[in-house]
Structure formats: structure tokens, C-alpha cells
């Protein structure tokens, strides 16, 4: 079966491509660590076809991106759209490539305004583009990662949201700050009873910054405490999202959430607690499913021919 397009998640470590066929199934795909920061300066165009040739893409094969390639310092800018914004319309201030052989399009990122609630995600609209098209459902989205986002979709429209730094926060603190070396001894499991029991202490009220030192305190004075001390951490600084993101968003009782592995796991685990019911999509299958529909809004030619 011959490709419509390819299409491309372009994170700021990591790199994905799929050929998809005008139904978006996936034909070849390809995956590497040459995300934005290892693509600087100049390497955009080189890293890209070297994996097209790699996964057999005829030469004049449509591309489609999302991601950081179109962030400021990225391949090209593709300057965000501002919320409230249309998930089915992204493709509208896609921006063209030029000098490349082929047509290559990067989506646009979101933005959101006003003093105070200042926010942008880039790639994750995608995401909830593709969780659009496939489920129909509006709501409240959960999609969790260095920079976690929490975002509201009404009616096929991301209406608002808002970023919090929970993984960025749990790799500072256990790799560089004085919770180092208990973290580091600890296995960080989710079903842990010191992960549930910290998601309840931040879902009850507890200040985080008080509690994170309290995992310094327990190893010194229990000694026994330090294998815990990771999930504790995990539990903490999730459960503290969780908490801010009912009051920032007003969270409803159901959230849909966008991940896999051990992260939905710990997400899951954390939200029974929380009481909040959750329905779990696979990040990088909706990500595809965006990118194939902006695509097909790109060169509908295609797909008729």
C-alpha cells in the first residue's frame, strides 16, 4: 500500500516518524534520541530524511510535524494560536518549510494569555486533537510528563489550561538536591502504601514544600524510611498537582488521561485515591491520529487520488 504521508512527533529529546496510509494505519515507523536539542543548529532537514529513506518514503512523500522542530530556535517557527482554540483547525496556521525537496508542514503550538494565567504547550494539542477525533468527548484532560498539562476541552475546542512542572520538579529534587541519595535508594513504585499516602496528605491540604523536607527528616531519624522515600516523592508532587489542578480548572468527577506504562499507572493510582473516576488513551496513538487528520485537511488531494 502506497503512504499518504509521513508524519512526525518532534519532542525536545526524542524523535518519532510513522508512514501512515490514507486511513492512518501505520506502515514503518522509526524512533531515535534526536529530538530538538540534538538537531541544533541545522541538522532538521538531514536528521529527517536520513529516517524517511530509512523506512523506504518515496522522495516526494508529504510530511506533516508536530512538536518542538516548531518552537522558537526550532527547524521553523509555527507561532502558537491562542486559546480558546480549535483542535480541528490547527492545520490552518500550519507553516510550510521552505527550501526543503518535499512539502513539510509544522503544526502550531497553543498559547494562553492574561496576566497571571500565561501559559503554552507545543505537541500536546496535537495529542488532544487526535483524543477529539477519536473519542468526540469534551472535558477535562490530564496528560502527564516533565511539564504535565491539565487542559479543559469543550465542543472540540481546548478552552484553557494549565502547565505544572512535576516531573521537572521530581528530577531536580532527587538528582540535585539534598533528598539525592535516600531517593536514589528507593524503588519509586506506585503501589507503594508511601506513594498513596502522600497523594492523600496533598489531596487533604498539606504544604508541599514542608512535606518535601519531612523525607529528609524521616531517613535521619528512622533510618528505615529511605526505601519509601521515592514513591513518597512521586506522591507528593503529583498529589500536589492533582490539588492545584481542581482549583486552577475546577476539575470535574471523570478526567481523561494521556498516558501509558508506569506513569498512567502512578496518574491512575493517584486519582482513585482523589476519588476521581479516569479513562486512560494511549499518548502516542493520538498523537498520530492528530497528525493524520491535519494532513488529510492538508492534501485532501491525496487521498482522493
Not at 516526494?60 to 527547524?75: E, K, N, S, T, Y
Request: aromatic share 6%; net charge neutral.
Amino acid at each position: 500500500m502506497e503512504p499518504f504521508c509521513a508524519a512526525v512527533d518532534w519532542g525536545t529529546t526524542n524523535f518519532r516518524l510513522w508512514l501512515l496510509d490514507a486511513e492512518g494505519g501505520v506502515l514503518a515507523e522509526r524512533s531515535s534520541g534526536e529530538g530538538m536539542r540534538a538537531c541544533q543548529p541545522g541538522r532538521f532537514e538531514s536528521v529527517l530524511e536520513a529516517h524517511l529513506a530509512a523506512a523506504g518514503a518515496p522522495a516526494d512523500l508529504p510530511v506533516i510535524i508536530a512538536g518542538m522542530a516548531g518552537a522558537r530556535g526550532g527547524w521553523r517557527e509555527a507561532a502558537y494560536r491562542q486559546a480558546p482554540a480549535s483542535l480541528e483547525g490547527l492545520y490552518q496556521d500550519a507553516v510550510k518549510v521552505d527550501g526543503t525537496a518535499r512539502d513539510v508542514r509544522i503544526l502550531p503550538g497553543v498559547c494562553q494569555r492574561g496576566k497571571g494565567r500565561e501559559d503554552v504547550m507545543r505537541g500536546e494539542e496535537t495529542q488532544l486533537a487526535g483524543a477529539w477525533a477519536q473519542t468526540r468527548r469534551s472535558g477535562l484532560y490530564c496528560l502527564p510528563g516533565t511539564h504535565s498539562k491539565w487542559a479543559l476541552v469543550e465542543e472540540g475546542t481546548l478552552m484553557r489550561f494549565t502547565t505544572y512542572m512535576t516531573g521537572e520538579l521530581f528530577a531536580l529534587l532527587s538528582q540535585h538536591s539534598i533528598l539525592h541519595e535516600m531517593v536514589t535508594a528507593g524503588e519509586g513504585d506506585s503501589a507503594s502504601p508511601a506513594f498513596g499516602h502522600a497523594i492523600g496528605e496533598m489531596l487533604g491540604g498539606a504544604g508541599l514544600t514542608g512535606k518535601l523536607f519531612s523525607i529528609r527528616a524521616a531517613a535521619l531519624l528512622e533510618g528505615d524510611a529511605a526505601p519509601d522515600a521515592k514513591a513518597r516523592l512521586s506522591g507528593l508532587l503529583i498529589g500536589a498537582e492533582i490539588a492545584a489542578a481542581r482549583r486552577d480548572l475546577k476539575a470535574p468527577a471523570e478526567v481523561t488521561l494521556i498516558a501509558g506504562g508506569a506513569q498512567a499507572k502512578a496518574y491512575e493510582t493517584a486519582f482513585a485515591i482523589a476519588r476521581l473516576k479516569c479513562r486512560t488513551l494511549d499518548g502516542l496513538e493520538l498523537v498520530r491520529r492528530g497528525l493524520h487528520g491535519a494532513a488529510l485537511a492538508i492534501w485532501p488531494e491525496r487521498k482522493a487520488a
